[in-house]
Every structure is written in C-alpha cells, then in structure tokens.
C-alpha cells in the first residue's frame, strides 16, 4: 500500500480513483507548520545563525498531522503530491520533515491538472524534493515575516494605520502617487472638427499633410472659416491586415478580464479557478476542469496542441487552424507549468454547464475559448483609409471588413470587432459634406487604478507573483487603505499617510525597482545560481539600520483632541481611526480603554416582513454595508442590497434595489425577476 498526500480535500477522492486500490490519498489541508512567533522581534528566525528559522505546528492542524504519521508508518512508500508551484515544493519540504521520511521512504510527484491520464503520468515520474525550489519560497517567507513585522510594528507606533508590506506598501505607494498625478492635472482645451457625410464621417487630423491641433476658440473659427462643403478624395488606401487572437490566460491576465468583463475581484476569480482545478463531480467523474492557476506561463502542452488542431479541423474546417503563439521569455517568468488551459478541449462549457454554478460556468467559458481561440486562424480583415482634402486641410475616415473570421467564429463574445463599411470612392472625386461640425473637449487625467489595472502595472513591473495578486488587491482594501468607488481604487488618508512615511524613511527598500529585483533574486534561488543566506544577510543589514533609524527620528502622530476630558481617568478624549472610521477615545491608551459611544440614528429602509421590526443599515464586521433587521438575533432577516418593502410579483419575496453610478436596478431578493426600467 502507498501513501498520497495532497494538499486540498476536495482532490483525494478523484486522485484516489485514478490510482486504484494500491493508494490511499489524504490531504494536509494546506500548510502545516509555519515561522514561530519568537526570538527577535518576533520573527522566529535566528537573524544571527545564518536566518536558521523556527517552525512551529500551525493551529489546528496537530490532528491532521497525528494522522498523517499513523498512516504512513502503514504503507510501503509516500508520495508527496502538493501543488506544482514553489509554495507547494515548500509543503511537501516540510511535511517530509515532520513525518520523519528518508529519502528512500518519499517521492515528490507533480501534476499541471487533476484527471486520470496526467496523474497516472506523473506517478510515472517521480522526484525528489527540490531544495532550491523549497529555499526561494522560504526565504520570500522570511522576507515577508521580516519586513511585515517590522514596518507594521513601526507604522502602528507612528501612525494610524496597522500594517505594511513588502509587496502590499509598493502596490499602494502606485496608487497613491496615480492619485497625485490626477489632483496635480490641468486640463487642456482642444477641439475636434467632422465632415458628416450620407454614409460616414470624416475626422479633421492634417493640416498641409502635417499634425494638427486646434487649440482654442480663436483657432476653431479660423479653420471653420477656411472650409467649404466640398471635399477632394486625396486617397484610397486598401490593405489586408491578420489580427491575431490572444495568449492563453495566465493569472494575471484571468484575473483582468473577469473583472472587466465579469465584474468579479481578485479573490473570488481564484476562488472559483481553484475550484474548477480541485474538481468538479460531473455525472459519470470527478475531473479537473482547468490546469494549474496560478502560473505566469503561456506555454501549452504538445498533447493539448495536438488534440485541440484536431478538434478545431473538425468542427470548423482545417482553414481554421492556427499555430502555437510565442512571446519573448521575461527574465520572471517561472515556466514550470502551462497556461491556464482546459483540461480537455472536447469539454466544451456547454457539456458541463449542468455540473457547474453560474459563476463556475462564466469563468471556465472564458477559460476554454481563450485557450481554444489561441489556437485558431488569425481573422482576416480588409482595411480602408480614405483621405479627403478641404482647402489643405486633411480629413481621414477608417473603415474595416472582416473576410475571414478564423479565431473571432468562437471568440467574437469577448472580442468587439464589427465590420465598419466605407462607401466605393475614387481618387480626385468630390463629395460635398452635408454638414461641418465642431466639439469642444478638454484632456483628461489618467484613470485610478481598478483592480485589472492594478494587477497589469504589477505583472509589467515584476512586482509580486501570481500567487500574491489577489492577496495584495484584499489586504489593502481590508486595511482601509484604499476606498473602491465604481470598482476605481482612492486611497484613503491613512493609505497616504502610511505612503508618505515609508517613502520618508524607506524610499530605496519600498519601490518598483528594488521589490522587482528581490523577485529575480528569489528566482536565481530557486535555479541554483543565488544562495538564499546571502540574499537575506545583504537585504537585513540595510533594511534594518533604516528601520532603527526610522523608530527615533520618524514623529509620532499626534491624535486631535476633541476638547472634552475622558470621565474614567480624566485625560483628554481624542480622535483616533478605526477600522470602520473615527471613533472617540481615551488619549490615555491603553492605560485607561474608554471609547466614547456615539449615539448613531438608524436609517429605517422598511417593515420587516417576517417580524414587523425594523429594517436598518447595519455594518458587517468587514465594514460592508447590509440591512437587517433591528430585532435580531430573535428575527435574523438580511439583506445586501436595500429593501424596497415591494413585493416580488413572482415569488412574494422582498424586491432589493441596487444603486450603481449609471443605473438603479431593482430587482427580488430570491428569485430571478427584475423590475423593468
């Protein structure tokens, strides 16, 4: 009998299947040890000792860990089958040390996706543990632990703010400084000028065949008196153009489009792709849907290649066809698996929609035909420009005619591209504009940052790791560093405060240049090049004589006294910043732990359809706004969105109403109706 270990519960029972009688498949539910909390400064790291760190059994995982030792003293043979990533070479590093195995006793077993033909692959090809892997992911560990511990501690003794971060300080400083661009931002005047035609229009761009821009009023007028309604064709130009589909995803690019095109954050994209990778029980398996998702990899397997030309030749015809896509190799890439791809090309989403939830479906639709549209022919397309000349001043109109519509016959849901016909015209001809029309616009400041947009600047800037995009997007928002308002990043006071200070004292440790060189660094680790002792003992002796410099010279801030006198202890009674917004307290903390209860008006928004009670507005321990009702715990009744005391004319139930920046949208608590606008 053998022994498989897997991280997540959900893969035993597939896994199991796969192998046969002859394995039994447990799982560690995750990590189970971690860095102590003691020794210096906390970091359960010997600072001295050439950073030997401490570890320690994490909560609640003693039982699983008694278990895992009982079985394997069972078996003939353990196989280590974490996640293939570094994290998980770390995993199974560290459960071979705490049940004691030799290496004669282990081997480490990788697979890209849960279903039968690559996991028996794998057991085909076995290893041993990396170390150099193990040693990339445990000194990013001792990094963190460091630096967190460290700048959080001094940020909570200096300001009003509780933590601060490798990457998490630098993807804030971005948004804080994308802020400062947009106050700093004058806008500039300009105006646009058209000759609207019976078929199309024609945009002002040239002047005597040279740049043009038309600046102020004065200068509009001038132009407009210069022109007549009638145009000269100047030029006809027809080209044919290929447009070519995208990469397969990868976790930074998933995480883009489901939010721009499905609405979904960081978080609850590689929630639902972790599920999706784990398994879904569809009526006759349990199978992996999608390979690995956390990679920065756009390679594809050959055996997908192969079966998905195959596929393509038979459902569209051989024309459509396309070949495997390259990009130049970032020096950060980590090509240890493929892109995110489905597990199966002849899974279609439509195949599996029964087995899968609305938002499971969404993502592993996007999934399957950005792999399959990878593929595919490039689009053909035919391209016309055409030139008019009115008294020296050009005009240019574009148009576009698909011909061949290769990749966009499955792709053309996620991809705008319409024909854009422009009428036959000959060169010299004249055609006489029904119309010349003018607009005034003003230049306008770069955009916040969205979530997308955030984690596009971090991937470009090599900063952070697919793994760390969607925790550093939910730390910095669970903070109260950043308000997101129609999904756009602001950064709060206290994200600005927090900025300005560590880029007082740490402006050459907490910036793009020197994280994205620490992720190279962690990279020579990981391929042997770098050791991870001299990485660590050179980052600690400049960090932490900046940090001892920035404990006596960075000012404490001084909290606004509210002018009244605290009634337990008497010392004056200040404003201080919570999680969830000011509060009043004791400025004598935390001698004396007296916070001043502010007396707060419920907004009613109905009768309560179970009880009679009040529905209110109420806060959830994360600060997010609900409405329930005032008599709970007897009446539990909530809701997300706000009640409007209508019934749904379908089902009865509560109709909510949900207010965005463009629209108001009502619509039932329980059921699918919407109320028509």
């Known amino acids: 009998m ?5 991280e997540s519960p959900s893969k035993t029972k597939p896994i199991e299947k796969y192998l046969g009688s002859g394995y039994k498949v447990l799982s560690s539910k995750g990590h189970v040890r971690d860095l102590a909390t003691t020794g210096k400064f906390g970091f359960g790291v010997d600072v001295d000792n050439s950073f030997k760190p401490n570890y320690v059994m994490m909560k609640g995982k003693k039982s699983v860990v008694d278990e895992l030792k009982k079985e394997a003293k069972k078996v003939d043979h353990v196989y280590l089958a974490t996640d293939p990533d570094r994290e998980g070479e770390a995993i199974s590093w560290h459960l071979k040390d705490v049940l004691k195995l030799n290496d004669n006793d282990y ?3 990788v697979f890209n996706e849960i279903t039968k033909n690559a996991v028996t692959d794998a057991f085909n090809h076995t290893r041993k543990i990396d170390n150099d892997l193990v040693n990339s992911q445990e000194t990013r560990r001792i990094l963190d632990r460091i630096i967190g511990f460290r700048l959080s501690k001094l940020i909570q003794s200096k300001t009003s703010g509780s933590s601060a971060g490798r990457v998490q300080s630098v993807a804030l400083k971005l948004i804080v400084e994308r802020e400062r661009e947009i106050e700093a931002f004058n806008p500039e005047e300009y105006y646009t000028v058209k000759g609207i035609f019976d078929e199309f229009d024609s945009e002002l761009f040239n002047y005597n065949h040279k740049d043009f821009k038309i600046s102020n009023k004065e200068e509009l007028d001038k132009v407009l008196g210069e022109l007549d309604n009638s145009f000269k064709v100047d030029s006809v130009e027809k080209k044919k153009k290929a447009k070519q589909s995208r990469m397969p995803y990868i976790t930074s690019t998933l995480q883009q489009d489901a939010s721009n095109k499905l609405n979904f954050n960081a978080k609850k994209t590689m929630q639902i792709a972790q599920k999706l990778y784990e398994g879904i029980d569809l009526s006759d398996e349990t199978v992996g849907l999608i390979t690995y998702m956390r990679t920065d990899s756009i390679r594809l397997s050959d055996e997908f290649i192969k079966s998905t030309y195959a596929y393509i030749s038979s ?3 051989e024309e459509y066809v396309g070949y495997v896509k390259k990009s130049k190799k970032k020096d950060n890439v980590q090509d240890a698996h493929e892109a995110i791809r489905p597990t199966s090309i002849n899974r279609t989403p439509e195949s599996v929609r029964k087995y899968l939830t609305n938002d499971e479906f969404k993502i592993y639709r996007m999934i399957y035909y950005r ?7 490039p689009a053909k397309t035919l391209n016309t420009t055409i030139i008019l000349d009115n008294n020296n001043y050009q005009f240019k109109s574009t148009g576009q005619i698909i011909t061949f519509d290769g990749y966009l016959r499955v792709y053309s849901d996620y991809e705008d591209t319409k024909d854009n016909i422009l009428p036959e015209l000959k060169e010299n001809s ?4 029904n119309d010349i029309v003018s607009e005034q616009h003003f230049t306008k400041p770069p955009s916040r940052y969205t979530e997308a947009r955030l984690i596009k600047e971090m991937e470009e800037l090599g900063i952070g790791r697919p793994s760390t995009y969607a925790t550093t997007m939910d730390i910095i928002k669970k903070r109260g560093y950043v308000n997101v308002e129609d999904k756009k990043f602001i950064p709060t006071k206290i994200g600005i405060e927090i900025t300005d200070k560590l880029q007082e004292h740490f402006s050459h440790l907490i910036n793009v240049e020197y994280t994205a060189n ?11 090049s770098e050791n991870y002792v001299d990485t660590l003992t050179n980052f600690y002796n400049e960090f932490e004589p900046c940090v001892e410099e920035a404990f006596k010279n960075m000012p404490k801030k001084v909290a606004e006294k509210t002018g009244e006198d605290c009634p337990n202890c008497g010392s004056p009674l200040v404003i201080r910043n919570g999680r969830y917004g000011d509060f009043t307290a004791c400025s004598n903390y935390p001698k004396c732990k007296y916070i001043k209860n502010e007396p707060k008006e419920e907004s009613v928004a109905c009768v309560c359809p179970n009880c009679g009670g009040d529905i209110v507005e109420k806060r959830s321990k994360r600060g997010k706004v609900f409405y329930g009702c005032n008599n709970y715990p007897k ?3 909530a809701y997300w969105d706000m009640p409007t005391g209508e019934k749904c004319p379908e089902c009865s139930s509560m109709l909510t109403k949900k207010i965005t920046k463009n629209k108001t949208t009502i619509k039932c608590s329980s059921c699918d109706y919407v109320k028509a606008d």
């Open 315 to 317: 459902n569209y015809g």
């Open 635 to 637: 009446c539990k009744t």
């Open 2 to 6: 053998n022994l498989v270990i897997v």
């Open 107 to 109: 081997d480490r077993v």
């Open 371 to 377: 792999a399959l549209a990878s593929l595919m022919a």
């Open 430 to 433: 004249v055609l006489k504009a």
């Open 518 to 528: 620490m992720e190279r660094d962690l990279d020579k680790i990981a391929d042997g």
